[in-house]
């Protein structure tokens, strides 16, 4: 199985690869969800990994005792802060590098550039905002450090929307992972969180498509 088709599996399955997960991991289970969280939010090359459905999920787990809740729930807190704190810094030391192949042909520069253009238009409120989003997560901070963003401000946009988004999904699956509905239709449930994150990106985008053919057609009257 190719890292992409094992990437889609552990997303569509997640549920069943984080049971794996603990149960072959222990305690170590506490130091893969903060890895992959902070990988999530923290490398601009790894946009992809779940993120929104694996709190969900590690909440739901943590009802009966997957996971233990008080000790789950601040470590990916964590990794959320930390995570946007090395992309920062990341963007800071690698700056307008990023925008060049030659450079950096790791990076997506499509989504490099989506999320500039989401930052200049929404500015230093991205960093809570984004958290919500996935792939303009992974790589607002990165461009909030290409920007010179002053980091004391930087740093309490990203407690504030790491807080807010670790607590959300996490304490809804908490609270709602395990009822009966949820538990019955749990692959569709984890499709709709996916489904849910896209729709900002894909309304911003049609909308930027529609204001950009608006624009065209004042310009040639």
Not at 66 to 86: E, H, K, R
Not at 94 to 111: D, E, L, Q, T, W
Not at 127 to 154: H, L, N, Q, S
Not at 188 to 213: C, D, M, N, Q, R
């Amino acid at each position: 199985m190719g890292f992409i088709q094992a990437t889609i599996d552990f997303i569509i399955n997640i549920d069943k690869h984080l049971v794996a997960i603990l149960n072959n991991f222990g305690a170590w289970s506490y130091m893969i969800m903060f890895a992959i969280i902070f990988a999530e939010t923290g490398l601009v090359i790894l946009p992809f990994l779940p993120g929104d459905s694996l709190l969900f999920v590690i909440g739901a787990l943590s009802v009966k005792g997957g996971f233990n809740i008080l000790v789950i729930y601040p470590v990916l807190v964590a990794a959320a802060i930390i995570g946007d704190s090395v992309n920062y810094y990341l963007g800071h030391k690698i700056g307008r590098k990023a925008f060049k192949s030659k450079y950096v042909p790791f990076i997506n520069h499509n989504h490099l550039d989506k999320a500039e253009k989401f930052y200049e238009k929404h500015g230093t409120r991205t960093i809570i905002i984004a958290r919500f989003i996935p792939i303009i997560r992974t790589f607002a901070p990165f461009v909030a450090g290409i920007g010179k963003m002053d980091y004391k401000e930087f740093i309490t946009y990203n407690i504030v929307g790491g807080f807010t988004w670790v607590t959300l999904f996490t304490f809804l699956g908490y609270f709602f992972g395990n009822l009966a509905a949820v538990k019955e239709n749990f692959t569709f449930v984890i499709f709709g969180i996916i489904i849910l994150s896209v729709i900002p990106p894909i309304y911003e985008y049609v909308k930027t498509k529609y204001e950009a053919i608006n624009d065209k057609k004042v310009s040639t009257k």
